[in-house]
C-alpha cells in the first residue's frame, strides 16, 4: 500500500512521518466521518490530524524545538485563548 511505503521510507531516511491513513483507519466509519467528499477533512478528520501531527512535535528532538510551549512566549498570563487539547479540554 502506497502509505506503507512512504512510512517505511520515512524510516529508512531517518525523518518524522504522520501516518494519517493509519490513524484515520482506527475508526470502523472513517471513510463518511473523516471526510466530508472523500477528499476534504471533516472536523473528526481534521480533529485526527491536528492530534498527530502534535504527537509528532512533541516527540521531535529538534533544535530548535518547533513544539509550541518551548517557543519564546511574550505573556507569560492564562488565556483563554490558550491551545488545549482535544481530548482533555485543558491548556497545553
Avoid at 475508526?27 to 471533516?42: A, E, L, V
Amino acid at each position: 500500500m502506497y502509505s506503507d511505503a512512504c512510512v517505511e521510507l520515512c524510516r529508512e531516511m531517518d525523518i518524522k512521518a504522520v501516518d494519517l491513513f493509519t490513524s484515520m483507519q482506527k475508526r470502523k466509519d472513517w471513510s463518511t466521518m473523516c471526510f466530508t467528499d472523500g477528499i476534504h477533512f471533516s472536523s473528526e478528520g481534521s480533529k485526527i490530524v491536528g492530534e498527530e501531527i502534535l504527537k509528532v512535535l512533541e516527540e521531535a528532538d529538534w533544535e530548535p524545538s518547533l513544539q509550541w510551549n518551548s517557543l519564546p512566549t511574550e505573556f507569560e498570563e492564562y488565556s483563554p485563548y490558550a491551545p488545549t487539547r482535544v481530548d482533555t479540554k485543558k491548556q497545553l
